[in-house]
């Protein structure tokens, strides 16, 4: 069964920095896009940053770019979310997620995914 656990979460002030990471298990990662979404209390989904399976292409929210890195080590089964520059509106749930597009890893449903994460919480503020 595919699963997807993220880590790397917590309380940061603003203008620091976290490292997400997601472990897959349980299928072939290779196969699937792979990425980052967001969701904050009463807010709506926003996909965050994503690698396409050939790993030639990679997708940033315009919210991130120039302050997020997303990198996929797919031997390790890993993907991982460099985070700098922080802001408080970059507080939210973070989930990890798998599907066969990027365009699917931001949408507002589960429907199309292969796989999700749990969520970490992810708190900017000082």
């Known amino acids: 069964q595919a699963h997807l656990e993220e880590s790397g979460g917590g309380l940061v002030q603003p203008g620091g920095s976290l490292t997400l990471s997601c472990l897959a298990s349980g299928f072939i990662v290779d196969d699937y896009a792979w990425g980052w979404f967001r969701q904050a209390p009463g807010e709506e989904r926003e996909g965050v940053a994503c690698?396409?399976?050939?790993?030639?292409?990679?997708e940033y929210a315009n919210s991130v770019k120039g302050r997020f890195i997303i990198s996929r080590d797919d031997f390790k089964n890993t993907l991982v979310l460099r985070m700098d520059n922080l802001k408080p509106e970059d507080s939210a749930m973070y989930y990890c997620a798998a599907g066969p597009l990027c365009m699917v890893i931001g949408k507002p449903d589960d429907d199309a995914l292969e796989a999700r994460g749990q969520g970490t919480q992810v708190t900017v503020s000082s």
């Open positions: 690698i396409e399976s050939s790993g030639g292409i990679i």
